[in-house]
């Protein structure tokens, strides 16, 4: 079975940076779009970003020029290079990986913490 773990988060102040990522275990083919997802508590979860099988990225708005997104096919592995953070980043993380309805996975969450 497929599990994804992700890693990297933690507190940090404002101004700084943090890696996020998040690593397949298992075998996954020809996986379509990477994805990390974050949701703040209260709040309705959003994409921060994602990147195709393709090396195509898509950024959220609030991110771009701060975030960003790549993915390592043979290791099977996403990351995110977080600068520049902001105390509205702070959240839980999520990643996903997606190729179609039987194969769409999800960590649990890393949380992200950025003090003013």
């Known amino acids: 079975q497929v599990q994804l773990v992700e890693s990297g988060g933690g507190l940090v102040q404002a101004g700084g940076s943090l890696r996020l990522s998040c690593a397949a275990s298992g075998s996954i083919p020809s996986i379509h779009v990477m994805t990390w997802y974050r949701q703040a508590p209260g709040k309705q979860r959003e994409l921060v970003a994602d990147?195709?099988?393709?090396?195509?990225?898509f950024y959220l708005d609030s991110v771009k020029g701060r975030f960003t997104i790549s993915r390592d096919n043979a290791k099977n592995t996403l990351y995110l290079q977080m600068n520049s953070l902001k105390p509205e980043d702070t959240a839980v993380y999520y990643c996903n990986f997606f190729r179609d309805n039987k194969s769409n996975y999800w960590g649990q969450g890393t949380q992200v913490t950025v003090s003013s």
């Open positions: 990147i195709t099988s393709s090396g195509s990225t």
